[in-house]
T-cell receptor
């Protein structure tokens, strides 16, 4: 059973456009939702994260939108740039106790110049 | 400050051979993890450790063993490699407790091919 479902699997956007990646989760005990960015040949790295006490978090061109009632969260990349081309993973975890995040299957983003 | 270091970076095995992947972290993190990454499957947890001398199974533990004899090292072993274990393997570490940006620190990966 896939606890965190991520879509789309791949995404192609023109430079300057908006990239949107969606995730949905099952476990209502999840209370921490990070997004990781992975460039080819590298390990993933934390991009931005949100906790359910807020509905939105913005860092530069990257925004997480969170809908607790729908158990969904999404990553928006404004003014997408070719340098944003990477694989993006959403994740969910329970902060109390052992930190074992569950990852979505990833979205391969290509931003055309 | 090296962070998380994985060795080797590449390896080719024949079916039935054994090998050990080494992960070392210099951040004094309590938690360490081994993931495998396959196309379309994302990151799947193989085993993890919440402290020196302790290990636990993740989502896909079959065919793998781990050991954490020292806090800074986490070893992943394949006793009898199978083609299904062809993958990119990532080690990660994390600190215990909550924080503003709780996160995993990943190594750069090991590309393993089993022929």
């Amino acid at each position: 059973q896939q606890q965190v479902k991520q879509s789309p699997q791949s995404l192609i956007v023109q430079k300057g456009g908006i990239s949107i990646i969606n995730c949905a989760y099952e476990n209502t005990a999840f209370d921490y939702f990070p997004w990781y960015q992975q460039f080819p040949g590298k390990g993933p790295a934390l991009l931005i994260a949100i906790r359910p006490d807020v509905s939105e978090k913005k860092e530069g061109r990257f925004t997480i939108s969170f809908n607790k009632s729908a158990k969904q969260f999404s990553l928006h990349i404004m003014d997408s740039q070719p340098g944003d081309s990477a694989t993006y993973f959403c994740a969910a975890s329970i902060e109390g106790g052992s930190y074992i995040p569950t990852f979505g299957r990833g979205t391969s983003l290509i931003v055309h110049p | 400050n090296a962070g998380v270091t994985q060795t080797p970076k590449f390896r080719v095995l024949k079916t039935g051979q054994s090998m050990t992947l080494l992960c070392a972290q210099d951040m004094n993190h309590e938690y360490m993890y081994w993931y495998r990454q396959d196309p379309g499957m994302g990151l799947r947890l193989i085993h993890y450790s919440v402290g020196e001398g302790t290990t636990a199974k993740g989502e896909v533990p079959d065919g793998y063993n781990v050991s954490r004899l020292k806090k800074q090292n986490f070893l992943l072993g394949l006793e009898s490699a199978a083609p299904s274990q062809t993958s990119v393997y990532f080690c990660a570490s994390s600190y215990f407790g909550t924080g503003e940006e709780k996160k995993l620190f990943f190594g750069s990966g090991t590309q393993l091919s089993v022929l």
